[in-house]
């Protein structure tokens, strides 16, 4: 038997309190123990951290049972993720910890295991100050798994596998990291192709190979077996992509040869109700609906990601823009900079190198002192270390627009360092040449120009460094600085910038779905300036992006409602309050203004049959048709025509008072797989099934069979109602649930109870 890899999620116990023996209760990993804290809005970090009380140290605990130690194997202990100084002891020995709470840390656990009973103890401390500037969670969140290796084994870390194109053929350059022989297998559906190491290189070539792309994401299958003489020691696999990327000045970024925009979304990791305790499959659901609009990168902001999340975009076709750290001698990661950052730094690539999904490296982001002499050191210091651990992709930076003259504040007695880099002071650089001054000396570093928020320089950005591309790493949604005026509220949408320059590759919202902390106040508990809820529900303005995106003929239309609360958005990244819905019993023929998106050459608009003029789409400033129409309760009808023929078309309706609640779908088949989430969305109609936008009633969640319910959520940032019940009430007509799959198989039944509504009710079959 070689390697064997178990993954340890349950069986765990958890206390806030000392850890005896009473005080623990079960859990199921991932684990936050920060989301089902109560609201603080005194409480330290309040507003970064949506205002529950993280603050404190966690235990958690787990007999683990082995049958028989082997001889001549190693046993290791891996976390993916931790927040934050965590320490672990088996048997009553400190095995080792980590520090920073987004780094994967492997233990060698061998000689402090015994056959039979073994107890895991962790201590997760949340004490330090400050924490993120973003809701950062707490407790182990990510996976946590046992290895049994043979003491020869191969180390995936070392592993490293460049790929190329000649032709037809892909060339694999393997580097094993051992100096045993180690034979190699790529195969694809039926098709495989082997090598063997050469001094810990193995050279393959894959005839008539299948490229990887956002669009055709083709992976291969790598097997590789390390010889013990002729024995096997270990085998390891992965899965690879074989893709070429190329920054051409000119010409923009090619992927295989052609022209690709880069359309993407920053997100943060955590997912709503759940914390960052977030499963794969939750991911999967927001990637898919991600995709469907015609986004095809993110950005994991500013930290490595759970491992999983890369593997999803590998399989899905979605780029990804990565980076380990956030600030480097400021912030929260000020307190490890000088001892860690080589350490976090060569984790993150060290794990990630050989997945395809990844197009670039970021090494920080809006960083201190910004373009002076002491920030370029650093800059690259880190980008030369990068490039030792892997040299086949392009490193960056993404750049604050603030830039400020040199002084001597102590950074380590700035509590706030964003408000210390975002505040203009006496030190402000307003002077259009001296701010391109210092992006050109941070451009004469990295590989590809990033920037935040700057889409109003670009054209003397690009005057200045022609021979380097530009991405905008963070964009607002809607509105676009002017030259002179940093942030303006002018209509004009920062993604036009991308289709008008070739030498910009692309633009990533900030950001594509909702999260907890960096709230702008109470009772805001996180940022909603985003393209869907933290229920994976879609905001009107995806629609635009979805217009600009997608390929696939699409209209849609939406009307402004002020009447609609204040989700708290910070000013420049929120949008005018468009929502989808035709429902004001307030007006009579008042005029309303509404916004159609569309990707189709000609609209038509009608309301209760009556037909309103609409010029073509490309006659309106950034493509957004924009109108008015007097309120009739009835039907607005919107048609979109390519070539004079009708190709898809949207309709709102008046909506009557709520009678039914119903899911989005009436039955689904799952895997039976232990641990697995899913969330599940109930919505308000009326008797004639149209949905009820403004309905708030109060739905109670019920589960029957091998399942149970973990969390509500229904998108709105502002409640306070929690999370860690069955019940919520609706926002904008729905609310949803994650459940939980014990892993056996039979039928589970979900069903939503609202008073004076028809209950809803979901068939789940698992096989």
Not at 413 to 432: G, P
């Amino acid at each position: 038997m070689c390697r064997v890899e178990t993954k340890i999620m349950d069986g765990w116990e958890f206390t806030l309190r000392e850890p005896e023996d009473h005080h623990f209760e079960p859990v199921h990993l991932p684990h936050d123990w920060a989301i089902t804290a109560p609201i603080n809005r005194n409480m330290r970090q309040a507003k970064d951290q949506g205002f529950r009380d993280r603050w404190g140290i966690g235990w958690y605990r787990r007999h683990l049972v082995i049958k028989e130690i082997k001889e001549s194997f190693v046993y290791h202990l891996q976390f993916d993720g931790v927040y934050e100084n965590s320490t672990v002891w088996v048997n009553g020995t400190e095995a080792g910890g980590q520090k920073y709470g987004y780094s994967r840390f492997t233990l060698d656990i061998t000689k402090y295991i015994k056959e039979g009973d073994n107890l895991i103890l962790v201590k997760v401390d949340n004490t330090s100050f400050p924490a993120d500037r973003w809701y950062s969670g707490a407790g182990i969140y990510r996976t946590v798994k046992l290895l049994e290796l043979r003491e020869n084994h191969l180390q995936p870390e070392n592993i490293f596998v460049k790929t190329t194109v000649s032709g037809d053929k892909g060339i694999l350059t393997i580097q094993t990291g051992a100096t045993s022989l180690v034979k190699a297998c790529v195969t694809y559906d039926n098709i495989s192709v082997t090598g063997e190491s050469d001094n810990g290189t193995i050279h393959i070539e894959i005839p008539q190979v299948k490229l990887w792309s956002p669009d055709q994401p083709n992976l291969y299958h790598v097997e590789l077996t390390l010889m013990e003489g002729n024995q096997i020691a270990d085998i390891y696999q992965l899965r690879i992509g074989v893709r070429t990327i190329e920054m051409v000045a000119g010409k923009g970024m090619l992927i295989n040869g052609l022209v690709t925009k880069i359309k993407g979304f920053c997100v943060h990791q955590d997912a709503g109700c759940v914390g960052v305790a977030a499963t794969p499959e939750i991911w999967k659901d927001r990637l898919i609906e991600f995709k469907a609009m015609g986004c095809n990168a993110i950005r994991t902001a500013h930290h490595m990601p759970a491992a999983e999340l890369l593997d999803l975009c590998d399989e899905l076709g979605l780029l990804v823009y990565e980076e380990p750290f956030d600030k480097w001698t400021g912030g929260s990661y000020r307190r490890y900079f000088e001892t860690e950052w080589q350490r976090d730094l060569e984790c993150m690539v060290r794990r990630d190198r050989n997945h395809p999904c990844i197009f670039i490296w970021g090494v920080g982001n809006e960083v201190e002192n910004q373009g002076q002499f002491s920030m370029l050191k650093i800059l690259q210091m880190l980008k030369d270390h990068l490039l030792t651990l892997d040299d086949t992709r392009p490193v960056t930076y993404a750049m604050n627009p603030h830039f400020k003259y040199e002084n001597n504040v102590d950074l380590s007695k700035v509590e706030d360092i964003q408000q210390f880099v975002d505040t203009e002071s006496d030190t402000e650089i307003y002077d259009q040449a001296d701010r391109v001054e210092r992006i050109r000396r941070i451009g004469e570093i990295v590989d590809v120009i990033s920037c935040n928020y700057q889409e109003q320089w670009y054209p003397a950005i690009h005057e200045a460094i022609p021979d380097k591309l530009i991405l905008g790493t963070e964009t607002y949604q809607y509105f676009r600085g002017d030259p002179d005026q940093m942030q303006n509220f002018s209509e004009d949408v920062p993604w036009i910038d991308v289709e008008k320059h070739d030498y910009v590759i692309g633009g990533m919202l900030w950001t594509g779905i909702d999260y907890l902390g960096e709230s702008m106040g109470y009772p805001a508990k996180g940022w909603a300036g985003s393209l869907f809820y933290t229920n994976n529900e879609r905001k009107p303005l995806s629609y635009l992006y979805e217009s600009y995106w997608s390929e696939k003929p699409m209209v849609y239309m939406s009307v402004i409602d002020y009447s609609l609360q204040d989700e708290g958005v910070k000013e420049h990244w929120d949008v005018p309050r468009y929502a989808s819905h035709w429902n004001f019993p307030q007006f009579n023929k008042t005029v309303i203004p509404y916004m159609i998106a569309t990707n189709c050459e000609e609209v038509t608009l009608e309301l209760n049959g009556k037909q309103f003029y609409v010029k073509q789409p490309s006659s309106y400033p950034n493509r957004i048709v924009t109108g008015y129409l007097p309120y009739l309760p009835g039907t607005i009808t919107v048609r979109g025509f390519i070539d004079k023929q009708e190709v898809c078309q949207y309709t709102l309706r008046t909506a009557e008072p709520a009678s039914r609640l119903s899911f989005d779908l009436e039955e689904i088949r799952l895997e039976a797989v232990e641990g697995y989430q899913k969330l599940f969305t109930v919505r308000a109609f009326d008797k004639e099934g149209t949905p009820v936008f403004r309905e708030s009633a109060k739905v109670t969640f019920q589960v029957t069979g091998p399942a149970e319910i973990i969390a509500i959520d229904n998108g709105d940032l502002c409640s306070s109602e929690p999370y860690d019940r069955n019940w919520m009430h609706m926002y904008r007509g729905c609310v949803s649930t994650v459940i939980r799959f014990t892993g056996e198989r039979g039928r589970v039944v979900l069903s939503g109870f609202a008073e004076g509504m028809y209950p809803a009710e979901l068939v789940i079959t698992i096989d």
